[in-house]
């Protein structure tokens, strides 16, 4: 039984990875850059994409994919702002795919778009495992989770590009350890940018939007 | 591929229901209750297990499996407390199946125990989907997490017989409505007990305490 759910797990991470790299080829040539937003239940991914929403929309064609189990509460916040939205249902799926990311796209509607947000479902285990074909993983760790999380959840942030430290002002109620935690990060991961923010106070989200604004100017420099 | 994950999947619960009933049968014998501690990274899983550690172990022997994909950073807190306990590691799985359970009960060694504590993964999705063969399923959602997660995690609490709405003294904070927590929970589950509860005041893990400790005298009694 080992085996047999062992080849199965390496057929679907193949597929996925054939899948995944049909989205990297089809975002180089409609030139929109797609980022996978990350990070556990509650750590803030939504109020996070509102925040880089309002700092980025003036200048870019926003689109966001809600991916949740069930439930459309963050696609009706973002549709408030104006931003174009669709909700997936991954319909007790722990992660998404390529696969489902690529129809997501497809019924999202890519076409003008220069940045398209995929919100992931809230787990820190395994969405890391599935590429979903994304220019940038983000991924979010929150103050009050803990500082010891990189410990715990290696791959997350292994595999990520930048890590946004939230709920940052409520560091000190949960002897959260902004320098600890962003050393963990970092040892598992150098290339890592850790960026501590707060939708209270706005602090960090400007630049983490200034890091996404760079990323997009490569991406049409490129093109 | 769809076809081919499918029965996959369905062998693996069928399988993984078998190991379960072996596990139950195997308490029900040794007398031992066991409970399924599940919640998101961060919850406070294990702070939680510390406070009702603290109020049952003059009275009943206690042993804890604490599973995550890495680190030991939970088992030391807990051995601290003189308290029977194993670090199981799941090299990247994303939730504890009976099979592993079974492993691990036989590595912590369950004669002469009363109440077994298995904290599963930090994760809100996967570890409902696998019964374990424990006999209390105990999940926590933290005021952090948001009063909206029964909406989009619906089956960890359709499966759960406990859910502790932890660090309920930052609920102001996060604008946490245990009111709506509580009726979002309970109108997937109305038979699930939900208990606000505090590791800074204390509040609420008597009343958990107290619920844990009936679940074991009733075992004691059909002994």
Chains 1, 2 share one sequence.
Request: a negative charge.
């Amino acid at each position: 039984m080992d085996y047999q759910i062992l080849e199965t797990k390496e057929r679907v991470q193949a597929d996925n990875e054939r899948a995944a790299a049909q989205t990297r080829e089809k975002l180089k040539q409609s030139g929109a850059l797609l980022v996978n937003l990350m990070g556990s239940p509650g750590a803030g991914k939504t109020t996070a994409l509102l925040q880089l929403i309002e700092r980025l929309k003036g200048e870019y064609r926003i689109g966001v994919m809600e991916a949740d189990v069930d439930s459309d509460v963050d696609a009706k916040k973002i549709a408030e702002t104006g931003t174009r939205v669709i909700q997936l249902h991954t319909a007790g799926l722990c992660h998404m795919d390529a696969d489902m990311t690529k129809r997501g796209l497809d019924a999202l509607q890519t076409d003008g778009l220069d940045l398209i947000f995929l919100e992931n479902i809230g787990n820190l285990v395994c969405p890391a495992e599935f590429e979903v074909g994304a220019d940038v993983r983000l991924m979010l760790l929150s103050a009050p989770e803990g500082d010891d999380k990189p410990l715990k959840y290696p791959l997350m942030f292994q595999i990520s590009d930048i890590c946004l430290l939230t709920k940052i002002d409520t560091a000190a109620v949960f002897d959260f350890d902004k320098a600890k935690a962003t050393a963990r990060a970092r040892a598992l991961n150098e290339k890592l940018t850790v960026i501590p923010v707060s939708a209270v106070t706005g602090e960090g989200f400007d630049a983490a939007a200034a890091l996404l604004k760079e990323k997009l100017d490569e991406r049409r420099k490129a093109q």
